[in-house]
């Protein structure tokens, strides 16, 4: 959306979008101006809901967080839809007509004419009738209309629940325990009325329902509560027969003593295999290293092996010494004994280290060893078989208890349900006995009561409707902006058409005659001086692009076939004339009746040229009939021919300006453009492009000789003008 466009189509329209609000704020002055006062009245109901001080023993709530805010505010819509039900809104009908016609003195309302049209005997049937169903506490519906029209009587005085509903208002303000009913009317009486005795009404209707719904609660919960107690007794009688029948304690406690004693004996069998197997291995390394002293260090059998090592150090040490003394004491024999004594030295510490103790001693610890590990293996294998033989017992005895576990446990469950439906069942009982005794209680904590007049609204209806109309105005012209796709300046031709606009002719309004008359009173009127200006800018561009080529011959088309094309190829011809250039025009009847307002003869055609005959010359303008009487160009004459014909006339003439057939018209244009040089097409602005005539857009975009477009009938302000 172009938003400069919309501005100027809001400037546009200025007048009329101030003009418009500006009536309906007149208008609505003069509807509102007598509007009658208001009052407004008020009443506030206490719910108890939110008030600890009203809760006598309150219970703990099945809910918590936003799930109990939830619970309340549940608990006041529903009050709040219960009071505007169709029994409440009948019950203050009726307490409202019955006042107006025990009281036809003083009435809240100016009596209606339905109401005036009863007799004092009809009248008093229809106090009757209505204190009946009051008491009935009976719904008012459009049947109620019988000899004497009870819904009509009541909806003429606007009583009925439709219209109060218009004025009353029942909300309830958050963190807040009140319930606040308004009513607003023409009299402060009658707004006092309707919050007092719809909400009196309400409380006490609201109360005796809730009553009554608990004692038909309490009636069920009692017949339940008695039979759920019946079966309870029955199920804990059959679980007591059956432990007595079969001499049963308790057999969750006992059947636990002997599965934890087997447990324990279990673990114990498990630490005495564990150790039977510990001992074992024990006993045979014992055995091993007595039998086996090649593999015992401790017994002392690398003890000789040791010894031989040593003398055969010992008698190397000596020889190497004995060279050492016989060589005349050399270093390298002297390095010979020293590294010999630290290898004997060596496995002296060794042999040292390795046998500390006597091995004889060893031995004997390993003999008293192997005792007392088969003494101990022995002891571990009667451990065993005893614990076997008391788990076989502790088996056989929790066997012996698993019947009966499943027959306890069967009529404990049935006791247990039994027990559970009746406790409950027996909560719910106290809980709505409870509820009955200080359960919700509503009161009328606030009265409604007389009071001043409401600030009058005759200001903010009259700015309402000036700011509504005005909206309407500025919506409506933004739709209009939306939707027009029309075309009215040449930057928006050249976006759609994505093409070079040559120039552009404003429009003139009113007759201007003809072109002659224009141009030379064009300097006493503006917009022909400025539509003067725009032909000279354009006819600069057109004689600049065919001067770049020494062109001559000129065409001119259109999308379609509008009454401006011809007009304004009229104007290009006289632009041009007015260059005391000899201009020739060819173009069909339109354009020879266009060209008669200049003077100029419109009885030559075209035929002439091509049978070389001679033209009769116009002082500036010469105009030639394209009627070929059906005949296409190249029908009438080869393509050779019509080129010399067409450059016979260029010596003649200094332009040629050819008036093509429209675009979106079948007919032979495509031929014409062959013998002219160049040519541009018109578009008259305020009109659209479609999708037809962006087929005939494109080709002109592929055409070589096609130079742009000549926008006509432009709307220009006064400041473009300028």
Known sequence: MNIREFLNLIARYKWLIIAIPTITLCITYLL?????????????????????????????????????????????????????????MSILSYRLILHDLKNPQKPFKNLSDDVKALSATERQEAIRLFEERLAQKQVLTPLDNYHIKLYNLVKSMGYDAKTLSKKLSISHEDNS????????????????FVVNTLSRDFINNYSLDLISNKNKSITVLDSLLRKKEGI??????????????????????????????????????????????????????VNKNLQSRDQDKYLGAELSQDNQAIISLKN????????????????????????????????????NDNYVSDPLVAKQSLVLRRISLGVDLDKTRASIKDIDDELTKLNAKFTTMVPFDAGVQKYERDADVATKEYLDILNRYNQTNLDKNIGLRLQLEQEGVPSSPEASKKIIYMALAAIASFAICFFIL??????????????????????RVIGELSLIKGDSGNIHDLWKTAESYPDRLTYKNLLRHARFEINKILSKEDFKILGITSLDPDKYYYSSAISLAYAFARLNKQVLLIGNNEVGFEAQKLNVPTDQSIKAVFQDS???????????????????LLERNDKNTLIQS??????????????????????????WTLFTEKYLATFMAG????????????????????????????????????
């Open 687 to 722: 009109n659209s492009i479609g999708e037809k005539d962006k087929e005939a857009i494109k080709d002109l975009k592929e055409d070589n000789k096609f130079i742009g477009w000549l926008i006509d009938g432009v709307k220009r302000n006064k400041r473009t003008n300028a």
């Open 32 to 88: 509102v101006k007598n509007l009658p006062k208001e009052y407004k009245s008020q009443a506030k109901l206490s719910t108890g809901l939110l008030d600890p001080s009203r809760q006598v023993a309150p219970d703990v709530p099945s809910y918590s967080g936003p799930d109990l805010l939830i619970k309340i505010n549940q608990q006041f819509t529903n009050i709040m839809d219960i009071m505007a039900m169709p029994r409440n």
């Open 646 to 671: 067409f450059n016979k006339l260029k010596q003649e003439f200094d332009l040629i300006i050819i008036c093509l057939d429209p675009l979106n018209t079948v007919n032979d244009m495509k031929e």
């Open 177 to 192: 325990d009140f319930v606040t009913v308004e009513f607003t009317s023409n009299n402060t009486f009658l707004s006092v």
């Open 614 to 632: 001679s033209i009769q010359k116009n002082k500036l303008i010469t105009y030639l009939n394209n009627d070929l009487e059906g005949f296409s």
């Open 232 to 285: 309870m007794n029955e199920k804990n009688q059959q679980l007591k027969e059956y432990k007595i029948k079969n001499r049963v304690l308790n057999l969750d406690k006992q059947s636990q003593i002997v599965y934890q004693q087997i447990i324990d004996y279990e673990n114990k069998k498990s630490q005495a295999l564990i150790d039977l197997q510990s001992l074992q291995s024990a006993l045979n390394n």
């Open 316 to 351: 190397k040490v000596h020889a190497a010494e004995n060279d050492y003394i016989d060589g005349g004491f050399l270093a390298k024999d002297k390095k010979k004994v020293d590294s010999l004594q630290q290898l004997l030295n060596a496995q002296l510490v060794k042999s």
């Open 478 to 499: 933004f739709i209009i902006h939306v939707f027009d796709h029309s075309i009215n300046n040449h930057k928006q031709l050249e976006e759609v058409t994505n093409g």
